[in-house]
Nanobody, 124 residues
Framework: QVQLVESGGGLVQAGGSLRLSCAAS????????MGWFRQAPGKEREFVAA????????YYAASVKGRFTISRDNAKNMEYLQMNSLKPEDTAVYYC?????????????????WGQGTQVTVSS
């Protein structure tokens, strides 16, 4: 059974940092793109960042570019999201996602597996 489990969420003040981790189990995703999405209360789930299978191509939403960094460790079957200079508008549940594609996509339909989410709250 494939599982994606996020960790690292929490409460942080504006301007602070958090590092989210996503541990995959049940199969290896070393040949697959992975991504991060987020969903704020009352809003649609939105794209945050994606990374291709080898880790050398990344994509970011305009709202997080320059502040967030996506990375992966294929040997550990892990994905990460380093979030710096956090803003109150970054408050959301953050979801890890894995695709059957090798290249990342910005659309939810491009991902086949999802984690249960981790809450990130940024106070002003």
């Amino acid at each position: 059974q494939v599982q994606l489990v996020e960790s690292g969420g929490g409460l942080v003040q504006a301007g602070g940092s958090l590092r989210l981790s996503c541990a995959a189990s049940g199969r290896t995703f070393s040949s697959n793109a992975m991504g991060w999405f987020r969903q704020a209360p009352g809003k649609e789930r939105e794209f945050v960042a994606a990374i291709n299978w080898s880790g050398d191509i990344t994509y970011y939403a305009a709202s997080v570019k320059g502040r967030f960094t996506i990375s992966r460790d294929n040997a550990k079957n892990m994905e990460y999201l380093q979030m710096n200079s956090l803003k109150p508008e970054d408050t959301a549940v953050y979801y890890c996602a894995a695709s059957e594609l090798r290249v990342g996509t910005r659309t939810k339909s491009g991902y086949n597996y999802w984690g249960q989410g981790t809450q990130v709250t940024v106070s002003s």
